[in-house]
């Protein structure tokens, strides 16, 4: 019955409240395991930097395993925000660690019907790239090559560094319906566990 909600719906302004409402009541009939499901959905491969001149870059692997509710969402038409954060750190011998600096990549990730296409947008590169399938589009996130960080000047060369890196749904940047509280608690604060590596080694 609820299949048949989002297969069909009026034109305008009320065809897209009422496929909201379509999926909001699919939403709210999530089962428990969509939590099981969420924790299993990011997972951090690989991830290292390296150097091009002075030019610091990352290179990062995800694998991506999307629920049935994220996909359920971008299938009807809302933009799924996506991100990986970046951390960088330096060691302190009589304290925390220091973070040095935060960095983070934006997409977002949508369906669009006149086109039939589905859509990554990147925001930090105001670029867009269209893929005929969902799957497409979730293979070209996962893979980043030599995605330009900063300049390694910024760095204190007598000092030691670190990296961590994750990915995961930007729940900063949530469209309305999405947002918790709305129609479902804490199911959208999904991301991969944090992965920790090591700088490239900086001399004067």
């Given at each position: 019955?609820?299949?048949?909600?989002?297969?069909?719906?009026?034109?305008?302004?009320?065809?897209?409240?009422?496929?909201?409402?379509?999926?909001?009541?699919?939403?709210?009939?999530?089962?428990?395991?969509?939590?099981?499901?969420?924790?299993?959905?990011?997972?951090?491969?690989?991830?290292?930097?390296?150097?091009?001149?002075?030019?610091?870059?990352?290179?990062?692997?995800?694998?991506?395993?999307?629920?049935?509710?994220?996909?359920?969402?971008?299938?009807?038409?809302?933009?799924?925000?996506?991100?990986?954060?970046?951390?960088?750190?330096?060691?302190r011998n009589y304290w925390f660690d220091k973070k040095v600096i935060?960095?983070?990549?934006?997409?977002?990730?949508?369906?669009?019907?006149?086109?039939?296409?589905?859509?990554?947008?990147?925001?930090?590169?105001?670029?867009r790239h269209y893929f005929d399938d969902l799957s497409a589009a979730v293979r070209y996130i996962e893979v980043v090559y030599n995605y330009p960080m900063l300049d390694i000047n910024n760095f204190a060369f007598d000092r030691e560094y670190y990296a961590r890196t994750r990915f995961g749904i930007d729940s900063d940047e949530l469209p309305i319906p999405l947002k918790p509280g709305f129609f479902w608690g804490g199911i959208w604060n999904v991301h991969s566990d944090w992965y920790s590596f090591e700088m490239i080694s900086f001399h004067e």
């Open positions: 019955m609820l299949m048949s909600v989002f297969q069909y719906s009026p034109p305008g302004l009320y065809g897209r409240l009422f496929r909201l409402a379509g999926l909001g009541i699919w939403l709210l009939l999530v089962p428990a395991h969509a939590d099981v499901e969420a924790d299993e959905a990011f997972e951090i491969q690989t991830a290292n930097f390296v150097l091009d001149n002075t030019l610091l870059e990352l290179d990062l692997v995800v694998e991506i395993d999307l629920p049935d509710y994220i996909r359920v969402a971008i299938n009807q038409g809302l933009a799924v925000p996506l991100m990986f954060e970046v951390e960088i750190y330096t060691n935060t960095l983070k990549q934006q997409y977002l990730l949508h369906f669009l019907p006149m086109l039939s296409s589905y859509v990554v947008y990147d925001v930090n590169a105001v670029q």
